[in-house]
């Protein structure tokens, strides 16, 4: 089965039809490293499964300070919520870190997809509310934990993606002992 398709099965399930249909508002592309999807600024018109490879969503601050927000990684979704949502310009940029195979879901897409098939509906709302559980658990953790801290939290959950961003990737390894959003 599709990844994708394995992804939304774990919250919903699809008829073949609605499948065949949902994957034909999608768009896979291809990635090298280093590639920038969003710059911010932008006002960002997809969402981005991952099917392989490594991406983030960053910002830099005044003083050219990158934050890194999130990473994603095989079946894996990722977006500047703020600027889907809104349709206006965001903050993030998102960046491949390691070659990848992206799926795309336009907004647009999207929108007719809740029409014609109204329970991906639910699937997204139950993305966008753990995408907000995990925010709001991220915000607690940055106000109550060192960066250490954070980081040995991070490693634990999320021990594959560890393993999988070079230890050389600044975006990553550095934040070990500066504080991150």
């Known amino acids: ?15 073949p039809q609605e499948q065949e249909h949902f994957l034909s508002k999608t768009e896979t ?8 999807l969003l710059n911010a600024g932008e006002v960002y018109k997809n969402s ?7 991406l983030r969503s960053f910002n830099i ?34 960046e491949v870190i390691e070659d990848a195979e992206v799926v795309l879901l336009s907004k647009e897409n999207q929108e007719q997809l809740y029409h014609d098939i109204p329970k991906l509906e639910r699937f997204f709302r139950i993305l966008t ?18 960066a250490e801290e954070r980081f040995e939290k991070f490693s634990k959950k999320y ?9 050389k990737t600044n975006c990553f390894f550095h934040w070990r002992h500066a504080r991150i959003l």
């Not at 089965?1 to 008829?15: F, P, Q, R, V, Y």
């Not at 990473?71 to 993030?92: E, H, R, T, V």
């Not at 509310?129 to 060192?146: F, G, K, P, T, Y």
């Open 129 to 146: 509310e753990n995408a907000l559980v995990a925010n709001q658990q991220r915000i607690m953790d940055n106000l109550s934990l060192s």
């Open 159 to 167: 021990p594959s993606l560890i393993q999988q961003v070079p230890q």
């Open 48 to 54: 981005h499964f991952v099917n392989s490879g490594v």
């Open 1 to 15: 089965m599709n990844l994708i398709l394995e992804n939304i099965s774990k919250h919903i399930a699809l008829s």
């Open 61 to 94: 601050n005044d003083n050219i300070v990158e934050h890194v927000m999130s990473f994603a990684c095989q079946s894996w979704w990722i977006s500047d919520m703020y600027s889907l949502i809104s349709q206006k310009p965001g903050n993030l940029f998102i």
């Open 29 to 36: 592309r291809h990635y090298k490293a280093k590639t920038i």
